[in-house]
């Protein structure tokens, strides 16, 4: 618990650099669409996702090579359409919607968030005894 | 390079190490949160906790510190709820159900070298760009988070 606390606090720092340097949402999908799409400080939106990247990479040279994901590779291939299909549509994300939006106190982030925590758990709910997949017990 | 690339830079990396010490990219501790009906881990509670704390905390303070000026820095708030947003995070939730990541993590991931993290980010990316097809009267950008 201690563990996630101290790391939200430092999403929560980071999330506030972002918004002071640029002024804008550090919402990751977002700034993953925008990067893709737009023409317009894209260099600074590659530079959080570089950014991401190397805290990964950093990870790994710390504390050995990351764990897998065990989901089987065509339930990935789908689960990540979805993620990014659907948090365009929803317009944002668990940092967007999740911590910023939430942060600022918005309803429509909230009902998002409670959105996704609630299908979330539905897909956990069925996929681990149905499919036997997803990694659950 | 400008400032403003090494500020947003140093936020990503410090976002990842954030989510890393979290245990955010670790698939089996989002999947943990989300089973209500199993072995539920309430970890990601205190995950979204601090950074919900500490992100309100500090933006009001600077807010407070700079007056107006800063003040119009900040996103709009934008509190419409429609069916786009309802829609749109409940296809989110499956994907994030069955992979165990989101956008962040799944990033970050690429950098570690976990098995499974590039193919779910291509496909991200895919789904990203769909997106966009379907509406492209939507506005863009992380102003679209609201």
Redesign the interface.
């Known amino acids: 618990m201690l563990s996630g606390l101290l790391g939200g606090a430092v999403i929560g720092a980071a999330a506030t650099l972002y918004w002071v340097a640029t002024g804008r949402t550090a919402g990751v999908s977002g700034i993953l669409s925008a990067a893709l799409r737009e023409p317009q400080a894209r260099n600074e939106r590659l530079a959080f996702l570089a950014g991401l990247i190397a805290a990964g990479l950093l990870a790994a040279l710390v504390s050995g090579p990351a764990s897998a994901n065990t989901t089987a590779t065509p339930l990935l291939l789908v689960a990540g359409v979805l993620v990014g299909f659907g948090t365009r549509v929803g317009g944002g994300c668990t940092s967007g919607h999740g911590v910023c939006g939430v942060s600022r106190g918005s309803l429509a982030s909230l009902v998002a968030t409670a959105t996704f925590i609630a299908t979330g758990a539905a897909t956990v709910a069925i996929a681990s005894r149905i499919l036997g997949a997803g990694g659950a017990p | 390079m ?1 400032g ?25 501790n989002v ?2 949160f ?6 539920w881990q ?18 009001a303070l ?1 807010v407070r510190a700079a007056g107006a000026r800063t003040a119009r ?3 709009p ?5 429609d069916r ?21 993590p ?12 590039f ?14 097809l ?2 492209s009267r ?1 506005p ?7």
């Open positions: 400008s403003r690339v090494i500020a947003t830079f140093a936020a990503g990396g410090l976002f990842g190490v954030g989510l890393v010490i979290a245990g955010m990219t670790e698939p089996r999947i943990g989300l089973d209500f009906f199993g072995h309430p970890r990601l509670i205190a995950v979204m906790g601090g950074a919900v704390a500490v992100h309100a905390g500090l933006v600077i820095l900040l996103p708030r934008n509190n419409r709820i786009s947003l309802v829609v749109g995070s409940a296809i989110f939730g499956v994907g994030w159900g069955l992979s165990g990541y989101c956008p962040g799944a990033i970050a991931s690429l950098g570690s070298g976990a098995r499974g993290a193919v779910f980010v291509a496909a991200m990316i895919a789904g990203i760009l769909a997106a966009g379907v509406r939507a863009g950008c992380e102003t679209a988070a609201r």
